[in-house]
């Protein structure tokens, strides 16, 4: 289980070596399963082992928490590298700056009609 500090919006990673299908499941806050994917495995490609390489990622509207990642009742194994997120933007940062532009828009209109007066 791979859980944020923080919830995210998205998030990927380099993955490597996968000999089978793996499902990744993600997780709110809550511990609610917010959705399934299946990362496919990655034969064909005339490479074995460690030369079978990816990328895998998801995004949700839902902040995701935390990510399961595997394949259970399997001994495969994979190789996961270079996690990258995106963080869940903070509504308390979006009003104050509304809230600024706001003022902003109220304070220049005033000045115009003591301007015009």
């Known amino acids: ?3 944020f500090a923080s919830p ?4 990927g990673f380099d993955v490597n070596a996968l000999d089978i299908d793996w499902t990744m499941v993600l997780f709110d806050s809550l511990g609610n399963t917010i959705g ?3 990362i496919a495995n990655q034969p064909g490609q ?3 082992g460690f030369g079978r390489r990816g990328y895998a990622g998801a995004s949700s509207a839902v902040p995701v928490a935390s990510v399961r990642i595997g394949n259970p009742g399997s001994h ?3 190789l996961i590298d270079n996690i990258a997120i995106a963080a869940v933007p903070e509504a308390s940062s979006a009003s ?3 809230l600024a532009l706001l003022g902003l ?3 220049r209109a005033r000045s ?3 301007a015009a007066a």
């Open 8 to 11: 995210v919006a998205a998030f």
């Open 76 to 78: 495969d194994w994979a």
């Open 96 to 98: 104050v700056l509304g």
């Open 36 to 38: 399934s994917f299946v």
């Open 1 to 3: 289980m791979l859980s």
């Open 112 to 114: 115009r009609s003591r």
């Open 105 to 107: 828009g109220l304070r």
């Open 46 to 48: 005339g490479l074995s």
